[in-house]
């Protein structure tokens, strides 16, 4: 298995542009859940999904963020506009049933001037 | 929201040495995870132990969980300057994996 796939790996925009991060998770896996890293805040949870339907959203900051997952193969996570605080490492994690091993992808690193 | 803690923040060692750190956490839990992370990479699970579980090993690695006090320990035994990196600690809350601040790890050849 290719493991949990992101892309872009990279992604550098201007404020107030529109930023679609992309994860393929692991075939099989019925949780997907999307993450942020930054040194301040350390790893957040956005948001997870079960079985393509999203049970958790409290930690999306704001309106401005969206996720949706429309198949098992596939998901997106949506900063419309962004700003710079928004500069992060962004991670999508799958895994086989809720509170199970995670496996991460190797993440979006945003970067928003 | 975070649930378990760390400690120490970071800890600097010498290749061959023994490493520990320790992870508190607030409530009950099904199981707890250790992760590593080595810096610009993605989380990597190391190993899990359940609730009903005192010790496991694997490789080096060995945990250690007391439900009583909620905490668990990760030693790394023999370390290795590859060893470097953060770890962190996970606790499950329903469906999801809470994780901490981590530690972050330093093995000088």
């Known amino acids: 298995d290719a493991g949990v796939i992101q892309s872009p790996r990279h992604e550098v925009t201007e404020m107030g542009q529109e930023v679609t991060l992309r994860c393929k998770p692991i075939s099989g896996h019925d949780y997907l859940f999307w993450y942020r890293q930054t040194m301040m805040r350390g790893l957040e949870l956005l948001i997870y999904f079960n079985n393509n339907v999203p049970i958790d959203d409290s930690g999306m900051p704001e309106d401005r963020f969206s996720a949706k997952m429309p198949n098992a193969s596939f998901s997106t996570l949506k900063i419309q506009p962004s700003e710079p605080r928004d500069s992060a490492v962004y991670f999508c994690?799958?895994?086989?049933?809720?509170?199970?091993?995670?496996?991460f992808g190797p993440g979006t690193r945003l970067l928003v001037l | 929201s975070q649930q378990g803690e760390e400690d120490p923040q970071a800890l600097s060692i010498q290749e061959g040495e023994n490493a520990t750190m320790n992870c508190s956490y607030k409530?009950?839990?099904?199981?707890l995870q250790w992760y590593r992370q080595n810096s610009g990479r993605g989380l990597v699970h190391l190993i899990l132990i359940r609730s009903n579980e005192r010790e496991k090993h694997s490789g080096r690695l060995r945990v250690t969980l007391d439900t009583s006090k909620k905490s668990s320990s990760l030693l790394i035994t023999a370390s290795r300057a590859a060893d470097t990196a953060s770890y962190f600690c996970a606790t499950d809350a329903r469906h999801d994996m809470r994780f901490g601040a981590g530690t972050r790890l330093t093995v000088k050849p």
């Open positions: 409530t009950s839990i099904n199981n």
């Open positions: 994690a799958s895994s086989l049933g809720g509170g199970e091993t995670q496996y």
